[in-house]
Nanobody, 124 residues
Framework: QVTLVESGGGSVQAGDSLILSCEAL????????AAWFRQAPGKEREFVAA????????DYGDSVKGRFTVYRNAGLTQMVLEINNLNADDTARYYC?????????????????WGQGIQVTVSP
């Protein structure tokens, strides 16, 4: 069982930037393909970004391309999501997810492990 822990969320103003991080407690995170999903109130959970085990491959949801950057840190112990120019539509709970297969997926059902999520709230 993999325990994923997200950090870095909070309340920000529109136009601000934010960095979210995810780590796998007691695990070698580079053994897993990882992704970010988010869920806004009253909406379905949507794919945000994914990164391969070594950080060489990445994918993004259409709604975040150009503003979000996902990567692994130098020690491959964390997955990081940099968010720029936040707007109210980015308000959501952000979830870290991981899967043992090597191929990146945009589908939430392909991910076996999930964090509890972390709230990001953007004020106008």
């Amino acid at each position: 069982q993999v325990t994923l822990v997200e950090s870095g969320g909070g309340s920000v103003q529109a136009g601000d930037s934010l960095i979210l991080s995810c780590e796998a407690l007691g695990e070698t995170f580079s053994f897993y393909t990882a992704a970010w999903f988010r869920q806004a109130p009253g909406k379905e959970r949507e794919f945000v970004a994914a990164v391969s085990r070594m950080g060489t491959d990445r994918d993004y949801g259409d709604s975040v391309k150009g503003r979000f950057t996902v990567y692994r840190n130098a020690g491959l112990t964390q997955m990081v999501l940099e968010i720029n120019n936040l707007n109210a539509d980015d308000t959501a709970r952000y979830y870290c997810a991981a899967r043992t297969l090597t191929v990146i997926s945009t589908e939430e059902q392909r991910y076996e492990y999930w964090g509890q999520g972390i709230q990001v709230t953007v004020s106008p």
